[in-house]
């Protein structure tokens, strides 16, 4: 598998729903990035955990990660319509690049 | 917030020729990258550029591209002879430290279509 495969491909709710990404990962990182895209349109950061942390929520995100199983999930809770985009994560691999996932499309049906 | 700008938004050129692709970095930032990402693909990193020179590349960063830093405020990606399969959006980003370090910001990119 590559570096930063996210799973599932493609992930389908009702607002109101939680939507969970996840994210695995080959080589050591200094930090993990999660980034979301409108179709076509550039990329938003959403958050950065660093390797040394487990957990960080920002508003309705959650995002964990985990180092001894190279991996990394995305929670979104209490979707709304306007959550529907692609997300990205995103490693270091202790370089001084990004190496970024496959993607998730999340679409959040009204 | 300070914010990444890139230009053209949208950029179409015919196969063959020479394409500019211009980014204007966070004013204070001293690491500067490309990303292109094709359409449907992720987002894949092509070059960085730290102290006025190429600090890594990529595969695709063949001899037909190039990077410029001119005038200490633009950032420049240069295809020499474009091909169709360089129709891509492309994203520059930078940021204060290496990747490793905190997160880069990423501009809006520019589409590049290829005829």
């Known amino acids: 598998s590559q570096q930063g495969e996210e799973d599932p491909q493609a992930l389908s709710i009702q607002e109101g729903e939680n939507a969970t990404m996840n994210c695995s990962y080959k080589?050591?990182?200094?930090?993990l990035q999660w980034y979301r895209q409108n179709s076509g349109r550039g990329l938003v950061h959403l958050i950065l955990?660093?390797?040394?942390?487990r957990e960080k929520h920002s508003g309705r995100l959650r995002v964990t990660l985990d180092t001894s199983k190279k991996s990394s999930s995305l929670l979104i809770t209490a979707s709304r319509a306007a959550d529907t985009a692609s997300y990205f994560c995103?490693?270091?691999?202790?370089?001084?690049?990004?190496?970024f996932g496959t993607g998730t499309r999340l679409q959040v049906f009204p | 917030e300070p914010e990444v700008t890139q230009t053209p938004s949208h950029q179409v050129t015919q196969m063959g020729q020479e394409v500019i692709l211009r980014c204007v970095p966070i004013?204070?930032?001293?690491?500067f990258y490309w990303y292109r990402q094709i359409l449907g693909q992720k987002v894949e990193f092509l070059v960085s550029?730290?102290?006025?020179?190429?600090?890594?590349k990529s595969e695709i960063f063949d001899d037909q591209f190039s990077v410029e830093r001119p005038d200490g405020s633009n950032f420049t990606l240069k295809i020499r002879s474009t091909k169709l399969e360089d129709s891509a959006m492309y994203f520059c980003?930078?940021?204060?430290?290496?990747?490793?370090?905190?997160?880069?910001?990423f501009g809006d990119g520019t589409r590049l279509s290829i005829l």
């Open positions: 080589t050591s990182i200094n930090n």
């Open positions: 004013s204070n930032h001293l690491y």
């Open positions: 995103a490693t270091d691999a202790n370089t001084d690049k990004l190496i």
């Open positions: 955990i660093r390797s040394n942390e």
């Open positions: 550029f730290y102290n006025n020179e190429i600090s890594e």
């Open positions: 980003a930078s940021s204060e430290e290496k990747a490793g370090g905190n997160r880069p910001h």
